[in-house]
């Protein structure tokens, strides 16, 4: 499966880490739970990240990479495992399930429904899972918001 992910210039040699989850609690991990977010569009990357902007805040070191999650070893959550409240902000349901997915190594990625875009996906990478070696991350380019967003 192909994903994608955006991320600043100063974050390209952690993005893939899941470092991000050591310092704060997202929508499916607790605090200190490693974890990388991806999307399966690039487009969906985008959003996932722009929904996460100040304000008029337009980023002029972006940079989107790709990354290729063998088939075998992804595990799918879908609308019916889930609370109906879900895309609340603070769900601790979300984070339950995805911190107890990345605690179980049970598979490299995990795919879950995208808040941002219904009907769309984001696959979650667990970067501590023994095969996390064998998701191949491409190269890392040069990403730019159409200007007319931040009007």
Known sequence: MQVWRLFREHLRSSAFTGAGGLYVASRWNHLEIAMVYTATSRALAALEFFVNLQPNEAPNDLLMAEAFVPDANIETIGLDDLPRNWRSLSNE???????????????????????????????????????FGKVRIGAAKPFRFDERMFR
């Open 93 to 131: 349901r979300c984070r339950d399930v995805g911190s107890e997915w990345a605690r179980s190594l049970r598979s490299v990625a995990l795919k879950v429904p995208s808040a941002v875009v219904e009907g769309d996906w984001n696959v979650l990478l667990n970067p501590k899972h023994p095969q």
